[in-house]
């Protein structure tokens, strides 16, 4: 039995600080995507947050990228920033339905980030759940779920996301608490601890660390160590990874995610 593809990137790929650094000096801007897309696996769109694209973005982006590249796209905060998440079908159809799928096999998970100051509300949420679509236009959906308060960590919000088949984001956060159950049949983690002091991100005995867990991840198994609300552990069998370093040291994170990618291979 094979293990599940290990995708590891970026969030975006339009940063100024990134010219000179992680672009080649001279390089135009119309042509960061194909330069960053040759370097990582993955880069999660987070431009898709704040604004609707037309569905010939969507495909202009994949045609820029290799066959084997993969974007996550990071949800309209209209579906997840509202007081009563059950009534969010609009915006949840409306985003679904601006093109995403013109990625085709090239779209990964779709990222639903929730404030900090939202609370588990366990019929609401449950509601939410049920929203998000298994498909569009014959193209399967996968959604990863990042919730960023303390009152998630229980059990009915784990047995909730294993129902739906949704993965819980396990955020290495300086400042919210993590959530590391494996609920889905992919694993999806956001490493927001970087620091531009450190020139990989995290330090080298981290991104070793890293690397292990995505590789562990890949194969089904869960790494010891982080935090998890459960004590059992999943059924074991290779889940594709996603790794995304952002937020914290963002400078650094594109040499984090070429580092940690070659940790991963072989």
Not at 64 to 75: G, L, R
Not at 81 to 99: D, H, I, P, T, Y
Not at 133 to 160: D, N, T, Y
Request: one cysteine or more.
């Amino acid at each position: 039995m094979s293990d599940g593809s290990i995708r590891i990137g970026i969030g975006g790929w339009t940063f100024e600080p990134w010219r000179g650094t992680f672009y080649p000096e001279g390089l135009s801007q119309k042509k960061e995507l194909e330069f960053a897309s040759r370097q990582l696996t993955a880069i999660e769109i987070n431009g898709t947050y704040y604004s609707g694209f037309k569905p010939a973005t969507f495909a202009g982006w994949a045609s820029t990228v290799p066959d084997d590249f993969m974007f996550t796209v990071k949800a309209s905060r209209f579906c997840t920033n509202r007081k009563v998440l059950a009534e969010a079908g609009e915006s949840v159809a409306r985003f679904v339905g601006q093109g995403i799928v013109e990625l085709g096999e090239k779209l990964g998970p779709i990222l639903w980030q929730f404030m900090a100051t939202k609370k588990f509300d366990a019929q609401d949420f449950g509601a939410f759940l049920k929203l998000l679509p298994a498909a569009h236009e014959g193209v399967k959906l996968r959604h990863a779920i990042q919730v960023r308060h303390e009152s998630f960590a229980v059990p009915e919000f784990i047995a909730m996301c294993r129902d739906a088949g949704a993965a819980i984001v396990f955020a290495d956060s300086p400042e919210y608490p993590a959530i590391a159950d494996v609920t889905a049949d992919f694993v999806y983690a956001r490493l927001e601890k970087g620091e531009d002091a450190n020139p990989l991100c995290y330090p080298e005995p981290d991104i070793d660390r890293w690397a292990d867990a995505a590789k562990l991840w890949a194969a089904g198994g869960v790494p010891a160590g982080l935090p998890y609300v459960e004590a059992r552990t999943p059924p074991e069998q290779p889940r594709d990874t996603f790794v995304f370093f952002i937020h914290g040291g963002k400078v650094r994170a594109p040499a984090a995610a070429q580092a940690l990618i070659e940790r991963t291979r072989g």
